[in-house]
């Protein structure tokens, strides 16, 4: 990999708020649940090892004080201290609280600023993993992209033209980033004061309860999350914290911004986006259909350009300078982020069967909540400050949420009686939207709405070159098709169907197959990240 021509601002105001607030964590994560035999610690290390030549992530970090900081290069970092063991007694309580407490344990502090955790003997048959990072050196799609390397294979991304923005876009950019500072006073209560000392915990939802209502109404998995969590704040804040009742509560969300030819890279390609959430709106339904609407915004194409554009000439002084207005207690505001996962990890021939996502927790802040879906199980991670009365019962909170959303005419669940995974994976996950009509409309209306093809090229009978139906347009054919019915149909299948008539065919072929909604156990090992819509972030 080309060594990176400079840090991103991002990266170097991660970086400064480290040295200057070195008692802040900023270490992200996740946790891999796996069933197989637990490899010894040596194999493991060999393991990463074979990997480190081809993930950059792994051998960068950030040397120098604050903004002049520059990346260093350690091809061969000490796995010694870098892949270590816990040995856990039996029982799923005791993996709980060490997963807790590593999440708060420092990282190597010299080198690449990253390890591994096998934790082992908390249940016959299963064994942990956990990769944690500091957010300096690796962003949410950053460290997806390390465990795709690790612990699968796959396809180099391809490079997609960018789309050309508008005044407009860029004015738009600026306008939220402005917003997204502006004094709200809703966590500044002098009585209450943010103490920095947090509370960790997760929920675990079935993806395809949030997908599901969700898509009817026109949006996806990520809408479906950041409603339910405006639902589980509104009902907090009425029961605890009145200062944010009956009003929308200021929050961001962290968007992707990496280019294919980036994907290897350490750093953060991400930016933040306004993302209020609409905790005002007394019924489910209100706050999903206010959210897609507002999400409906970060996902244009144009407006990420946009972003990335802006990203790239700010001065690293004043990405900091916005950053440090949105670390004071008047202005401070809750951060969320979304990953998906859709392809299956493993290590060797053991299946990841979930996987458990951390943040952390910026200064003054009231809370930061990341979620990831993989395998039919959405995990929510919640870092609350502990001075916030009763916020550390969130994810009870977002449980009743989820039963609060609105269930499609076919749902066959019983109205606020949703299954539950409560850390239990079920055999066969089969998370895909059994309700969808995939006929020539939605086909079109895809190629429409996310890849902006002209409509009236793309007839039934249109070959796909006749369509306009590009590479660009099949890549985003098939991320939708996996976020919104969960089926993987590869770039090069989509691409051979002669006609639209004949990739109608093949979507409704391929969906209506049990075998392409396989759990991982089940799959080859093939695992790519899915890109994320208004990412993690983290």
């Known amino acids: 990999m080309p060594e990176p021509l400079r840090p991103t601002p991002m990266d170097l105001t991660m970086h400064s708020m480290a040295q200057a607030h070195p008692s802040i964590s900023q270490t992200i994560g996740v946790i891999l649940h796996l069933e197989g035999t637990t490899p010894t610690l040596a194999e493991l290390r060999a393991h990463v090892a074979s990997h480190l030549e081809h993930e950059p992530r792994l051998t960068h970090y950030l040397h120098g004080p604050g903004l002049k900081a520059r990346w260093h290069h350690d091809p061969a970092p000490d796995l ?12 799923d309580e005791h993996l709980e609280r060490a997963l807790t407490a590593l999440v708060a344990h420092p990282l190597p502090d010299t080198g690449p600023l990253w390890d591994i955790w096998l934790l082992t003997g908390h249940s016959p048959g299963r064994y942990a993993l956990c990769l944690r990072a500091h957010h300096s050196t690796q962003d949410g799609m950053g460290l997806t992209g390390t465990l795709t390397t690790l612990f699968g294979t796959a396809p180099a991304p391809t490079t997609q033209p960018a789309p050309r923005a508008g005044i407009g876009a860029y004015l738009g950019t600026v306008r939220g980033m402005l917003a997204a500072s502006a004094t709200n006073n809703v966590w500044n209560d002098t009585a209450l004061p943010l103490t920095g000392h947090r509370d960790i915990s997760w929920a675990h939802v079935p993806t395809q309860r949030l997908r599901k209502a969700a898509t009817v109404r026109g949006g996806d998995t990520n809408d479906a999350f950041l409603a339910t969590l405006s639902g589980a704040l509104r009902t907090w804040t009425s029961q605890s914290w009145p200062r944010g009742a009956d009003r929308p509560l200021p929050a961001v969300t ?9 994907h290897d890279r350490p750093g953060n390609y991400c930016t933040f986006a306004s993302a209020p959430l609409p905790c005002h709106e007394p019924t489910a339904e209100g706050r999903l259909d ?56 493993r290590y060797k021939q053991d299946p990841v069967t979930r996987i458990q996502p951390f943040n952390w927790l910026p200064r003054h802040q009231p809370a930061s909540i990341v979620a990831c879906s993989y395998n039919g199980t959405t995990s929510v991670c919640f870092v609350t400050d502990a001075a916030l009365p009763g916020l550390n019962q969130l994810p009870n909170l977002f449980h009743d949420a989820v039963d609060e959303l609105p269930h499609p005419h076919d749902d066959s669940h019983v109205p606020g009686q949703p299954p539950r995974t409560d850390g239990t994976i079920p055999a066969l996950a089969l998370d895909y939207d059994t309700a969808t009509v ?62 639209v008539t004949d990739l109608v065919d093949l979507v409704a072929r391929r969906a209506a197959s049990p075998s392409d909604h396989e759990s991982p156990g089940k799959r080859a090992p093939n695992p790519l990240a899915d890109r994320p819509h208004a990412v993690p972030k983290a």
Do not use: C, W
Request: hydrophobic letters at 45%; charged letters at 20%; aromatic letters at 2%.
């Open 254 to 262: 962290m968007v992707n911004l990496r280019q294919a030819e980036e």
């Open 80 to 91: 010694t201290h870098r892949v270590r063991e816990q040995h856990l007694p039996s029982g």
């Open 438 to 499: 995939i006929d020539f409309a939605f086909i079109k209306n895809i190629l429409v709405q996310q890849a902006s093809l002209p409509a009236a090229r793309i007839t039934p009978r249109a070959t796909q070159t006749e369509a306009g139906i590009d590479s660009l347009a099949i890549a985003l054919l098939s991320m939708t098709l996996e976020d919104r019915l969960g089926i993987l149909i590869t770039e090069r299948e989509l691409t051979k169907a002669p006609t």
């Open 290 to 345: 206010h959210v897609i609407a507002a999400t409906h915004i970060t996902k244009d194409p144009t407006r990420h350009k946009a972003m990335r554009t802006v990203m790239d000439l700010v001065p690293a002084r004043a990405f900091q300078a916005l950053a440090a207005r949105l670390t004071t207690p008047d202005r401070a505001t809750i951060t969320t982020s979304y990953l998906a996962i859709h392809r299956p990890l």
